[in-house]
């Protein structure tokens, strides 16, 4: 019971990562998406675009990489994709304090497997890693600009199409369809005036 | 390229499980939890307490069953879980026709795998079906009367402990550690009036 008591402790303080706001806004631009729902879909994601995996990903952990990376903005906060460098590494450093504080809620033995899934995030080594970190990058150019999307220019006036494919190539670049549709969905909100070039 | 756009199609669709209100409010009180946040922290919980699930669960087949489990509520709605059995079937009902057209948009290979992770959880035959229903039973359990949970006696002043355990024992009973938490929790909440008994 104390180790359930423990779990429990740990899961309702993942619920605090709902209150974690990112600058995507939902496909419908009614609100700004929060970590939890964004973990969600780029879970989801994965089960739904596993095809384009390389033959031999392992999906499911890929899906296990993508519920818990961003658990650590519960304490660190949600940084933009396109902030600058420095804060980047400030972010890093947050970061890792906030694994501990918060995996430290957790029984030994899970506490390293929780730990375990975010270094290989991180890493970038593994290529459920780098399929999760596709899936990542490419879940907000789905929201924002994929099908009817309503961009993000008068939020962010100064984004533009180079920009944004600049700051995603590093994270798609290595799964072909995936890459194409981000350029194709970048080029469309171009074309609509969604997106300045 | 077609396909893709059609999975493009189908996760954009998703995106309205955002919007999905339930009647259960995140830990701190804040506000309603959605059905994307739902799901999200049941497929959480799958990993988290994945050593309370019987010996054999696929964990990974849990974790999926619970990423789609409420996808269906982007046309249906959610339903309150102690609304009376006429509306329960009627939601079963709208449910279905859910299925059809939200799967609908998915390419024929990845349709009939959505339909059948619905079919396995609605039918509760699988062990990882009723590990994902308990989880899903759970899940607002502690967020209402878990740790310092602030209980719903304002917005439901009619619920009482004994109408909560009668409703989640089916799905929880199975899992005896997990069944005891929930009757801890519910105890300890009647204790510190946050529930009428």
Do not use: Q, W
């Given at each position: 019971m104390t180790t359930l008591a423990d779990h429990v402790a740990f899961l309702l303080a993942c619920?605090?990562?709902?209150?974690?706001?990112?600058?995507t806004y939902l496909h419908d631009g009614s609100r700004p998406e929060n970590s939890a729902e964004h973990s969600w879909h780029a879970a989801l994601m994965a089960v739904t675009l596993a095809?384009?995996?390389?033959?031999?990903?392992?999906v499911n952990r890929v899906v296990r990489l993508l519920l818990v990376h961003d658990l650590v903005e519960i304490h660190a906060g949600n940084l933009h994709f396109a902030a600058p460098e420095a804060e980047h590494a400030a972010q890093a450093q947050a970061e890792e304090q906030a694994a501990h504080a918060l995996y430290g809620l957790l029984p030994e033995a899970q506490r390293a497997e929780f730990h375990a899934l975010r270094a290989e995030f991180e890493a970038r080594a593994t290529p459920e890693a780098r399929f999760a970190r596709a899936l990542d990058a490419l879940q907000p150019v789905l929201l924002t600009w994929g099908g009817d999307g309503l961009g993000c220019a008068a939020r962010e006036?100064?984004?533009t199409a180079a920009r944004v494919l600049r700051l995603k190539e590093g994270a798609l670049r290595d799964f072909p369809a995936l890459w194409t549709l981000a350029q194709d969905v970048v080029a469309r909100a171009v074309a609509s005036g969604t997106l300045p070039a």
């Open positions: 619920d605090r990562l709902k209150a974690v706001t990112r600058s095809e384009h995996a390389p033959a031999g990903t392992d006036p100064d984004l």
